[in-house]
């Protein structure tokens, strides 16, 4: 457990904030049990919890009313433990329609909307957007994103000009699976952009080698996709004993190992898992909570999971 | 358009199932009760079908031909425009798809030859006429599902799919009436492996036995003759 008191917790503050941008936000800001670390995103300063949360399937539910109040439970729960980030697309059939449900009856003030733009021609953005926009039942959105750089160029120049008149907070480009890598290399080494999204995990870890290091140089935050490999990585694990590291860490589960070896990263600003079940998204959240491995940790951890999965 | 392209080819199969199993059966569960009672007249319907295929000549091909068309057609607008489409993107697409099906039987009742069946064409035919119309709403309950899940003919378009199979099988169609249904079993088949559902393999491989009969009985003389 996180010690309670005000003075050590500015120390351990400061200790994190030392060791890799992390920072427990101030006990106003977080309504849940346990504080839920931030992290600065690289072009702004602003700080977002470490843990987000994804829309892709899980929130894609149609018109099933018992559904969509599940997800609407797993949102209020997500904001209740001091979640923001929620992350969605038009690719997600009625994932936002789901979220702007939820939106409206929570009424969330601490909530970063992530969208992204999906359509083929530049021309046909703003009208996706907009669309976007009013499933969410929001007057404007944190973050849209370039979904797997589909017409990038154009796309790029209208969310410029969006954040440039107000109308957006922050500009991104989003990949998954290892997707054109190469691509989002350029972007990110040419292009003004603030966030990038790719997918990374204990057992996909390419971008280590490239990406991450870049995100850092050049100031961009990095939000992770299927930190479970949706879902395969926790079902390969599921019935495998944590190994002696992970009470340690405070892990009580192999998605809190997987989630915290991603948020421990230096580069990554947070990780989007997606859930439709309040059980996970609690369990989620307290990933963000506590002890971070070290490197040597986070190294074992790769391995393990590499040998056991 | 090519950009369009490159972005599709760049998928796999995994990243264009965008629901879960829950999901799609709480979707045909839905579906089913708010279109209740039309499954009554569809099992007549599909028995209708049956029959025809059991009979094949000329009047009750016409016959299967147009029940086939006006259950395509249902299905196009009622399932896949009014309910998959709010959990899949493609929707809209199946739905047109099955349009144009629903035209293709339309003008082949019209145009029918009259042709017989092989004997062993006949049997194929009937089988897959019988195990789509009476054997796959079954497959709700064999997988503990229940009848509220349960994929009826003329309303789901699996087993219409399949008891259409059977249909051209028995009527000796056309190959430009077989693409769309058998796009359908490989469609369906991919999306119910990827959601990992016990049965999926049973779409493919019926499409694969109706293709092979038609393939292989092509020449061969009727039933009526022998």
Not at chain 2, 107 to 122: S, V, Y
Request: with cysteine; charged share 15%.
């Amino acid at each position: 457990m996180l010690p309670d008191s005000p003075s050590r917790r500015r120390l351990l503050q400061t200790m994190l904030a030392a060791a890799g941008g992390l920072a427990l936000p101030s006990p106003r800001a977080a309504p849940g049990p346990a504080p839920l670390l931030t992290r600065a995103i690289p072009s702004s300063g602003e700080r977002i919890p470490v843990i987000g949360l994804g829309s892709w399937i899980t929130f894609n539910v149609g018109r099933d009313p018992q559904a969509r109040a599940e997800c609407r439970e797993v949102m209020r729960q997500f904001f209740a433990g001091g979640g923001r980030t929620i992350d969605s697309s038009p690719m997600y059939g009625s994932a936002q329609d789901v979220i702007g449900e939820a939106v409206q009856a929570l009424k969330p003030p601490t909530l970063f909307s992530a969208d992204k733009v999906w359509i083929s021609g530049g021309a046909r953005g703003p009208g996706q957007i907009e669309t976007s926009r009013k499933l969410w039942r929001v007057p404007r959105f944190d973050l849209l994103q370039v979904h797997n750089l589909l017409s990038w160029e154009e796309h790029l120049r209208t969310l410029q000009a969006m954040k440039k008149e107000g109308r957006l907070r922050y500009v991104g480009i989003t990949t998954s699976e290892g997707r054109r890598h190469g691509e989002i290399e350029k972007i990110m080494a040419s292009q003004s952009i603030d966030f990038v999204q790719i997918s990374y995990n204990a057992l996909d870890r390419e971008v280590e080698q490239r990406i991450l290091p870049l995100a850092r140089e050049r100031r961009i935050g990095v939000i992770v996709n299927r930190p479970f490999r949706q879902g395969d990585l926790t079902q390969a694990l599921a019935g495998k004993p944590l190994p002696g590291w992970g009470p340690e860490i405070g892990c009580t589960t192999w998605a809190q190992a997987l989630l915290k070896f991603i948020v421990s990263h230096p580069a990554i600003t947070c990780a989007i898992p997606a859930t439709s079940s309040v059980a996970h998204v609690r369990e989620n959240l307290l990933a963000g909570t506590g002890r971070m491995p070290d490197e040597a940790l986070r190294k074992r951890i790769a391995q393990d999971v590499e040998r056991l999965a | 358009m090519s950009e369009w392209w490159t972005e599709w080819a760049t998928y796999g199969l995994s990243d264009l199932l965008m629901f879960s199993q829950r999901s799609y059966y709480r979707m045909i569960a839905l579906y089913n009760e708010a279109v209740w009672p039309a499954h009554l007249p569809a099992l007549v319907a599909g028995l209708v079908v049956i029959g025809c295929v059991a009979r094949p000549g000329p009047r009750t091909h016409c016959v299967a031909m147009l029940v086939l068309a006006a259950a395509w057609a249902w299905v196009a607008w009622a399932y896949h425009l009014q309910r998959y489409a709010d959990i899949n993107t493609a929707g809209p697409w199946f739905a047109l798809a099955f349009g144009v099906q629903a035209l293709l039987l339309c003008f082949m009742a019209l145009r029918l030859h009259g042709a017989a069946p092989a004997r062993m064409q006949k049997h194929v035919a009937l089988s897959l006429s019988g195990l789509a119309v009476i054997g796959y709403p079954l497959l709700a309950l064999g997988s503990g599902r229940g009848w509220g899940q349960a994929e009826v003919f003329g309303i789901a378009p699996d087993p219409t799919a399949i008891a259409t199979l059977g249909v051209l099988l028995a009527c000796r169609a056309h190959p430009v009436a077989w693409l769309i249904p058998l796009a359908w079993c490989a469609v369906s088949g991919a999306t119910l492996m990827e959601l990992r559902v016990g049965y999926a393999w049973l779409l493919p491989t019926f499409a694969i036995l109706a293709a092979a009969a038609g393939l292989l009985f092509r020449h061969a003389g009727s039933s009526a003759a022998r």
